[in-house]
């Protein structure tokens, strides 16, 4: 009995799980079979002729027989509509199934995305790659946005295509999974990338991924950085697994290209302290705490203050001054670096107003900017507004910048120089300038760099190539200043070289606007210890 009552709410179970069609054809068939067989019992048909017979001039069975092909016709319509359903039903779980895997896939590469990770669990990546330990390699592309703007957005698609493959063939007992615009992430076994033979792998893969490959026929190449976090040892959570392979990875990144870096706990705080100091440059530019300081340059010959570079400083909360070197770069990542040279530019301009017109002011342009094309313009339309004379800005490029970002600098340089705008090399002799590039891109000034300057005083060879130097931009008709002045005999060796301006530590550090304007004012009405702690400021 029990057995039996078991087997009836298994039945109740299971039909409660169909749905109403099916019901409805179950409940149809077994009406059907049961009319069926109490027709047969009572000879209903032998009765039914009869009656027919008996009623001829009724004509019933041309009426039967009119049923009988309604009957035929409404069964094939119902099938016909029932296969159709199934169709439909068969594509609307098509659908399904392909919107599904487009919520866990990436439909560039068809690798799983990070939607597809969210769902991942630990248990099962083990059971699936039969692995105790495994390997978390966030991995980043160096370079890729130069190249999509290369090839265009068509080839970049196809280089990630190719980076997939790459990554899926080199290591097929893995999960690949990309994580979104040139980010990967791969998981494997971590007997292949464990602290003992993880930096030879990585170097096998950065290797791999850095290949070079043709894409609609040209021949590209794409650097790799990899971020490794290790479970158990580095987090317990996917997540947390994911968040340390992030971290190490910012930290290859910082590191250089094409390099590989294993997370450590110390690299929370960094990245902690990173973190802070992005949340202070963000407010300073809100604020506007980051000012121009001004170095004087100055004629070598004379003596006299001819012009100042514009340098940026800024003040910590404990009145301290953060180097440039600290939050140029962080402006820089953060997208803000376009916002800060208006900033600086914009104030310089107006403190440079109040100066003697013959004071020049030299800015310099970061060479991240330098692939701004409609940068010139944005500069000449900040001259506008503040109404300082473009002929009194000298703009400042970097050797190595205007070397990697040349047609883009060129079109810069030329927008400029039509508005009446003087240019700088800065740094000359550090990226190799041509000769051909000096006088097509219309410099009116060149700096030499200070490794040079010092090595004027003690080395004869050296002394011989900043000589060179000079006189190239002498018949170029070219000014040249020598930078990083630091001792009267620096500043007499370039004098004797040729050299007409330079500026340094000898002559004055950056100082704020209301110091660097005290050198303008009679020396009678000054102290002269006065001037001195112009000079000594830091």
């Known amino acids: ?301 004379t003596g006299n203050v001819v012009g100042a570079e514009v340098l940026a400083r800024w003040s910590g909360d404990d009145g301290t001054m953060l180097p440039p070197d600290v939050f140029i770069p962080v402006a820089e990542e953060i997208g803000g670096i376009v916002n800060l040279s208006e900033q600086l530019l914009r104030k310089a301009t107006e403190d440079a107003l109040k100066w003697p017109a013959d004071i020049t002011l030299a800015f310099n342009i970061a060479p991240t900017m330098l692939s701004d094309r409609l940068l010139g313009k944005r500069i000449r339309r900040i001259l506008a507004e503040t109404g300082f004379p473009a002929s009194r800005l000298e703009v400042e490029f970097t050797e190595g910048a205007l070397l990697r970002e040349t047609e883009a600098a060129t079109t810069v340089i030329k927008d400029l120089v039509a508005g009446g705008t003087r240019i700088a090399l800065d740094d000359f002799g550090t990226g190799y300038s041509n000769i051909l590039q000096l006088s097509e891109l219309s410099f009116s000034t060149i700096k030499i760099d200070r490794k040079f300057v010092d090595r004027a005083v003690r080395d004869d060879t050296q002394k011989a190539v900043v000589k060179t130097m000079i006189d190239l931009a002498g018949r170029l008709g070219v000014a040249t200043i020598a930078e990083g002045i630091e001792t009267a005999e620096q500043r007499d060796a370039v004098l004797n070289l040729g050299c007409s301006l330079g500026q340094g530590y000898y002559f004055s550090r950056a100082v704020p606007a209301w110091k660097f304007e005290r050198l303008f004012v009679s020396p009678e009405t000054v102290p002269h210890q006065e001037m001195d702690r112009v000079k000594q400021v830091p």
């Not at 494997?188 to 290949?211: H, P």
């Open 1 to 301: 009995m029990p057995c039996m009552l078991h087997r009836t709410g298994f039945t109740v179970k299971l039909f409660n799980t169909l749905s109403a069609a099916q019901k409805d054809a179950i409940f149809i068939g077994l009406a059907s079979v049961v009319l069926w067989l109490t027709a047969v019992e009572m000879d209903a048909y032998e009765a039914f002729h009869d009656f027919l017979e008996a009623h001829e001039d009724w004509e019933l069975d041309e009426i039967l027989l009119a049923l009988i092909l309604a009957g035929i016709g409404g069964f094939v319509f119902g099938l016909r509509r029932y296969l159709e359903r199934t169709k439909e039903v068969l594509l609307r779980r098509e659908a399904q199934a392909r919107a599904d895997w487009l919520s866990t896939h990436d439909p560039l590469t068809a690798l799983p995305n990070r939607r597809y990770f969210s769902v991942l669990n630990l248990a099962e990546l083990q059971a699936d790659l039969q692995a105790d330990q495994l390997a978390f390699l966030a991995i980043d592309l160096d370079g890729f946005k130069k190249i999509n703007d290369l090839i265009g957005h068509g080839g970049g698609d196809q280089l990630l295509k190719t980076t997939a493959l790459r990554l899926m063939n080199q290591y097929q007992d893995s999960i690949v999974i990309r994580l979104g615009g040139d980010e990967f992430l791969l998981i494997v076994d971590a007997d292949q990338f464990g602290r003992a033979s993880g930096v030879a792998a990585a170097k096998d893969l950065i290797k791999s991924l850095c290949a070079p490959m043709t894409i609609s026929g040209v021949q590209v190449e794409v650097g790799a950085s990899v971020g490794i976090s290790i479970y158990p040892e580095n987090g317990l959570e996917m997540a947390d697994l994911l968040h340390a392979a992030d971290v190490a990875l910012y930290f290859a990144k910082r590191s250089g290209r094409n390099t590989a870096a294993f997370f450590e706990l110390s690299m929370h705080q960094d990245v902690a302290r990173r973190a802070e100091l992005e949340t202070k440059v963000r407010t300073a530019l809100q604020q506007r705490t980051i000012m121009p300081h001004y170095q004087p340059i100055m004629d070598l010959a």
